[in-house]
DNA sequence: GCCCAGGGGGCTC
DNA sequence: GAGCCCCATGGG
């Protein structure tokens, strides 16, 4: 497909997931630390019980980066209890943290000033931090224009025909990155909306995004989703 | 009881 | 460097 073809494409798209589920509303108006903080309490984890431990956090006095490095690592694994995997996570809330401080003196919006080639490669070199993790930082903490590849994207992209010759992270990520303008607001909600096709139906039926996002006719509010065309 | 959720590290081969 | 296992709770 052809670089214009695949930006109307993934235009069209975005249109539709957005006329049918409508703004998504990730993280708005939080403090990026907070963010940082859910962005890595949420590996492979329902946001439902992130919440939770950012709560507890919070109610402890415990959500900012110089109290997770007092902390101990037992105690901070008792505040994230709720979000499961709580002894690796206290690990790499605290590498994260530690390096926060050391780094940038607890400076996110020095931090954030770098660049995003830069600032990239310095979080991938943090412990617990790998590129769906330092993008989404980047994204949703940030607000720079990176777009996020999780295993739903992958997913609905291998429905639609449209997976990179080169499956890689890096090569998914291109494909949006090279055919949309780069606008983090855009790519913010794109990322939460493809999230939102996969729990709703992808992955239990696996046609469901076929269905609803290649067959040439619009989508109206209140249509039905999946359509007949169930594998 | 069973399955999996907005991954990453470490080890093996 | 792809393939596997581990981490661990809570909700459907």
Known sequence: MDDGKLNQTLLD?????????????????????EVIVGAILTQ?????????????L???????????????????AGLIRSCGYYNVKAKRLKSFVEWL?????????????????????????IYGIGEE???????????????????YTRRILDRLGLTPAEKSYAACQKLFMMNLPPEAALFNEYHALLVHLGKDACRKSPRCAV?????????????????????
């Open 13 to 33: 798209i975005y249109a539709r997931l957005f006329h049918r589920y409508g703004p998504q509303h990730w993280w708005p108006a939080r403090e990026p630390f």
């Open 44 to 56: 492979s984890t329902a946001w439902t019980n992130v919440e939770k431990a950012i709560a507890s």
């Open 58 to 76: 919070r109610a402890s006095g415990n959500l900012s980066a110089g109290a997770i490095r007092r902390l101990s690592g037992t105690e901070l």
């Open 101 to 125: 401080g050391e780094r940038y003196s607890d400076n996110l919006d020095a931090m954030f000033s770098n660049s995003i080639g830069e600032l990239r490669r310095e979080l991938l070199t």
């Open 133 to 151: 993790t330092a993008d989404s930082i980047m994204l949703y903490a940030g607000d720079k224009p990176v777009f996020v590849i999780d295993a």
């Open 211 to 231: 269905c609803c996002l290649s067959e040439n006719k619009p989508v109206k509010p209140g249509d039905k989703f999946p359509c007949s065309r169930l594998a």
